[in-house]
């Protein structure tokens, strides 16, 4: 059988390996000059003031769910069509996400959805850029405004995405978070950053993510409440590498993006994901293709698994796992978000994945649905 083809894989090189000997080699392993430089380089990169380096994305969204004060007896909108992180961070506080039907075309939450949830405990939004997708941040931002709400953006999947008004996610001036898991647009192994919404906000996180010490108390004083949410030096390393040619390895996500298009334009019962309109820009994450509702997409996904090739259903709703069930979630709310979740999967997608890659993907899913071969 042919070489199997994995959903994703990380653009890892001499420079990554450089950078994480000479934190070896230097000693300073955690809270060294290579987690400011991380921090430094990502801040240039992304056009803002700053951005607090964490162990997580899950743990940045933490931090920033703390940040806006959100506790028992807070409700917080939120999408159901995205990854569990986005409303655990609010239960770990006590907060109560609030799921809201998500936009049919870009699968993220919809403001008049949002607005129509809008409630008496309403503290905040949490809108998720899904899949690399900006989210309806100018509709979101006035929403909130009208409200007093809250906004913390989790832009984990969406590094380099920019929105309908042509700026970055991320960049808007509030809370948002990023992730660096290994498949995502730029990785440390396991990372997350946090643009704050203000230079008290970016102290308040670089003391929670390091035991509540204050920049001022010595390594056994703390001045609160703290976790331990660092990123490690080598991690690190691996980030000021990864920024060092993010705007290359985002150029090739598009490009595979645009191969896989091209070619899926010719199966028939699949949507590809849509690319972004007006001042949009999608920043390409995964792959998502949305099977005709007669398809059965798992035995596909098996079917391409037989055939050497890795896919996954993406992504199942959160309001439909057991903890959150239990405040009282089920099917059938969320028409919109249900439906994508039913028919999607995931297909291989990362920058190295060539050009017959492709072909033979798209040729086997073809061939998994039944379809004869794709013709030029
Ligand atoms: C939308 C979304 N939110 C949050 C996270 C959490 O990031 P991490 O896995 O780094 O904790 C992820 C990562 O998978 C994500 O995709």
């Not at 000059?33 to 921090?39: L, Y």
């Not at 990854?83 to 770990?92: E, G, K, P, R, T």
């Not at 931002?141 to 009208?146: F, I, P, R, S, T």
């Not at 380099?160 to 647009?185: C, I, P």
Request: net charge negative.
């Amino acid at each position: 059988m042919s070489e199997s083809i994995p959903l994703a894989k990380p653009e890892l090189g001499s420079r990554e390996e450089e950078l994480v000997l000479e934190v070896l080699r230097s000693g300073r392993l955690s809270l060294g000059p290579m987690g400011e430089r991380f921090e430094r380089a990502f801040t240039e990169w992304l056009g803002v003031e700053d951005a607090v380096a964490v162990s997580s994305g899950t743990t940045g969204l933490h931090l920033g769910a703390r940040a806006l004060g959100w506790g028992p007896g807070d409700e917080v909108l939120t999408s159901p069509f995205s990854f569990v992180a986005s409303a655990n961070c609010l239960l770990y506080e006590g907060a109560q996400p609030v799921f809201c039907d998500v936009d049919p075309l870009t699968l993220n939450l919809d403001p008049e959805a949002a607005a129509g949830a809008v409630g008496e405990r309403s503290a905040g939004i949490l809108p998720v850029h899904i899949f690399g997708y900006p989210a309806a941040m100018p509709e979101l931002e006035a929403l909130a405004a009208k409200h007093d709400l809250g906004l913390l953006e989790d832009a984990c999947e969406a590094l380099g995405a920019v929105d309908s008004e042509g700026r970055k996610v991320g960049s808007r001036g509030h809370l948002a978070t990023f992730a660096f898991y290994a498949n995502k647009q730029m990785t440390t192994g396991e990372g997350g950053m946090v643009v704050p919404a203000d230079a008290a906000v970016a102290a308040r996180l670089r003391s929670e993510r390091n035991q509540g010490r204050a920049a001022d108390l010595g390594w056994l004083d703390h001045g609160a409440l703290g976790f331990n949410y660092r990123l490690s030096d080598l991690a690190a390393a691996l980030g000021v590498a990864q920024v060092e040619k993010l705007t290359e390895m985002l150029s090739a996500r598009e490009r595979v993006a645009g191969m896989y298009a091209e070619r899926l334009a010719r199966v028939e019962c699949l949507e590809a994901p849509p690319a972004a309109r007006g001042a949009e820009r999608r920043s390409w994450f995964v792959y998502p293709v949305r099977l005709g509702e007669g398809t059965d997409r798992d035995a596909t996904i098996a079917r391409l698994a037989e055939r050497g090739v890795a896919s996954k259903a993406y992504l199942p709703c959160i309001h439909l796992f057991p903890h959150l069930r239990e405040l009282g979630y089920r099917e059938g709310q969320f028409p919109v978000a249900e439906a994508a979740s039913a028919h999607s999967l995931a297909l291989p997608f990362f920058p190295s994945l060539s050009e017959a890659q492709v072909d033979r993907v798209c040729q086997e899913l073809a061939a998994a649905l039944g379809q004869g071969p794709i013709r030029e």
